[in-house]
């Protein structure tokens, strides 16, 4: 798999034919956020002849306004100075504390503790599931420039999140009898090999923790490089893990990530999908809704239709977060409550298992319900889809209608309403 970032990223574009000025925010804004592409992402999915319009080249390269303008500014001096490279680190470093690198008190709330000690690399944060970062999984095939887990690309340890063994996973969830679900999450666990991917998952199979009902793989695999699953040397080992955890009596759910319809078109990604279903594994469907990628209703209901055709569950349309390159990325919540009403309305039922927009806050998940006319104030209607306190899943609350609002920390409470913590 051939890959591209850095400076060769940069040679790509030129390649390609963008301009001087555009290498140079590449550049800049490469060296404080990452960003990686592949061959198949390069040659199957970017339409060169639409770039810089392209939705999936806005969704994989850099744009200058990634960055906040005083962040671009004094970082694109530096280059332009041609400052020394340990000079341009230091201030992507303290970039980095500035762009929220782990959104959502992860760090702080999300960690558990097992018998006296922090166990980073896991997080638990609702009752029923816990996410871990293998060590070996914590990159990708490609980036998107909108991911929250950027901070585990930056090669930055004191903001990443990695799981060094499975051993503390096995004795934490031994000891957790409420927990169902375990999420392998990264990065991207498919990028370990089937026998480093195994040695994660075989011991979840033990009859020791047969509390533990479904396997989860959060992947962009089959957006970014199929072949994972179809002609890479290891892609049948992969698909008879699959079968294995399934013929154990668990669940699998892949936690796909389709960010575009464009990303279902090939042949290569169909193929998968189609192999990744023969196993039993069920393939669920999320991603955010991003400005100048998928911003459109159309192109929701045209990516849930065709999920549905391919045997795909379409699950979540999320609010970009709070992270990274949010100013570039995120769209008003009244926005895209509007996108995801319009994109629900045109497709038929089986399609609605698209629960959105929903902002992954601290509290839990907090899904926009929509914008309503009460007393003659208009507000948001909001509801908890999930939430670290099970008592408060399900409960209602409302917001002042604030148009600019973009993220749940913009929002205050209405009428006196009840508020989630």
């Excluded at 060590?135 to 990708?140: F, R």
């Excluded at 154990?248 to 042949?267: I, Y």
């Excluded at 996108?339 to 089986?350: F, K, M, N």
């Excluded at 908890?384 to 409470?413: I, K, M, S, T, Y």
């Amino acid at each position: 798999m051939k890959v591209f970032s850095h400076e060769r990223l940069a040679r790509l574009a030129g390649e390609r034919g963008m301009p001087e000025e555009y290498l140079h925010d590449l550049r800049v804004v490469s060296s404080v956020l990452p960003f990686k592409v592949n061959q198949y992402v390069v040659d199957e999915l970017i339409d060169w002849s639409a770039v810089p319009d392209d939705p999936i080249f806005r969704l994989t390269f850099p744009h200058r306004d990634m960055l906040p303008p005083d962040i671009y500014e004094h970082l694109s001096a530096l280059h332009l100075s041609a400052a020394d490279p340990g000079v341009i680190r230091k201030a992507a470093r303290d970039a980095h504390a500035q762009l929220n690198p782990n959104p959502g008190a992860q760090l702080e709330a999300n960690v558990p503790t097992h018998r006296g000690r922090r166990l980073l690399g896991l997080q638990h944060k609702y009752a029923e599931t816990v996410l871990v970062f293998p060590s070996q999984g914590q990159t990708c095939h490609s980036y998107c420039g909108y991911c929250f887990r950027w901070a585990q690309f930056v090669g930055n340890a004191e903001i990443r999140q990695a799981a060094t063994g499975v051993a503390d996973v096995v004795a934490y969830l031994a000891d957790s009898p409420t927990v169902t679900d375990v999420l392998f999450t990264g990065g991207d666990p498919m990028i370990m090999s089937a026998a480093v991917l195994d040695r994660w998952v075989s011991p979840l199979l033990d009859p020791a923790l047969e509390h533990i009902r479904t396997v989860r793989f959060g992947t962009k695999a089959l957006s970014y490089w199929p072949a994972r699953f179809t002609t890479d040397h290891d892609a049948d080992d992969v698909l008879r893990l699959f079968e294995r955890i399934v013929a154990s009596g668990r669940h699998v759910a892949v936690m796909a990530h389709f960010s575009h319809p464009r990303e279902l078109a090939t042949e290569q990604a169909r193929r998968a999908i189609a192999r990744i279903r023969a196993t039993g594994a069920v393939i669920r469907a999320q991603a955010p809704l991003i400005a100048h990628v998928n911003d459109r209703a159309q192109d929701w209901a045209t990516m849930w239709q065709q999920l549905v055709e391919l045997g795909v569950v379409p699950y979540y349309m999320f609010v970009e977060r709070d992270t990274g390159a949010r100013s570039y990325f995120s769209v008003p919540l009244t926005r895209a409550w509007q996108v995801y009403t319009d994109a629900i309305r045109s497709v038929s039922g089986l399609a609605r298992t698209a629960r959105g927009p929903v902002m992954s806050a601290a509290p839990g998940k907090v899904l926009v319900d929509g914008v309503v006319r009460i007393g003659g104030a208009e507000v948001f209607s909001l509801r908890l889809l999930q939430a670290r306190d099970a008592a408060d899943v399900g409960r209602q609350f409302f917001a002042h209608h604030d148009p600019a609002a973009e993220w749940f920390d913009d929002l205050r409470p209405a009428f006196g309403s009840w508020w989630p913590a």
